[in-house]
T-cell receptor, first 115, second 112 residues
Framework: GENVEQHPSTLSVQEGDSAVIKCTYS??????FPWYKQELGKGPQLIID?????GEKKDQRIAVTLNKTAKHFSLHITETQPEDSAVYFC??????????????FGKGTMLLVSP | DGGITQSPKYLFRKEGQNVTLSCEQN?????MYWYRQDPGQGLRLIYY???????QKGDIAEGYSVSREKKESFPLTVTSAQKNPTAFYLC???????????FGSGTRLTVV
């Protein structure tokens, strides 16, 4: 099955700095890669995603890059703010038939942005 | 507003008891999922359902059971066979392959 590795497990930055979180996946059939933000005691929220037919996607301060040859993808947050502090998860999808898929998640990165 | 509702938010189980976690969605999504979250372990797939009256085991299905009698509802039962049930349980749904999941707010289950 799919295996997703995520690094680092914790990341501390100063407000205004950039943060980068990296993930690798094992199954070359994976073709959809979402990123989620989870605040304490809440469910994860989708913040950005990328499909395998593009190499980069940007949404304001957040961007994701995908290298299918190397099987890795990264989340970039610029101009970090204290409210960006949360746990971030990457995921890779595998189709399971009937037009649906399941997501395999990385173990998460705890991002702490200090004022 | 459309979304996923999980209840209860907190649940306490005695040794040997079965407990059922509720998950309801009004997004008209066909596919629903249950994940378990433990500290430092990420999210692990328990069961998923792509259509009413059909469901498949995920990576850690032992000790759990589900049903999908209605499109809107996908309850999870944690049975006494699950030896380490204390965890945060998340329900999710999606409109199709290669679309993001919408997650509920979770149920925290504790064995007492």
């Amino acid at each position: 099955g799919e295996n997703v590795e995520q690094h680092p497990s914790t990341l501390s930055v100063q407000e205004g700095d950039s943060a980068v979180i990296k993930c690798t996946y094992s199954d070359s059939a994976s073709n959809y890669f979402p990123w989620y933000k989870q605040e304490l005691g809440k469910g994860p929220q989708l913040i950005i995603d990328i499909r395998s037919n593009v190499g980069e996607k940007k949404d304001q301060r957040i961007a994701v890059t995908l290298n299918k040859t190397a099987k890795h993808f990264s989340l970039h947050i610029t101009e970090t703010q204290p409210e960006d502090s949360a746990v971030y998860f990457c995921a890779a999808s595998i189709r399971v038939g009937r037009g649906y898929s399941t997501l395999t998640f990385g173990k998460g990165t705890m991002l702490l942005v200090s004022p | 507003d459309g979304g996923i509702t999980q209840s209860p938010k907190y649940l306490f189980r005695k040794e040997g008891q079965n407990v059922t976690l509720s998950c309801e969605q009004n997004l008209n999504h066909d596919a629903m999922y249950w994940y378990r979250q433990d500290p430092g372990q990420g999210l692990r797939l328990i069961y998923y359902s792509q259509i009413v009256n059909d469901f498949q085991k995920g990576d850690i299905a032992e000790g759990y059971s589900v049903s999908r009698e209605k499109k809107e509802s996908f309850p999870l039962t944690v049975t006494s066979a699950q030896k380490n049930p204390t965890a945060f349980y998340l329900c999710a749904s999606t409109q199709g392959a290669n679309y993001g999941y919408t997650f509920g707010s979770g149920t925290r289950l504790t064995v007492v």
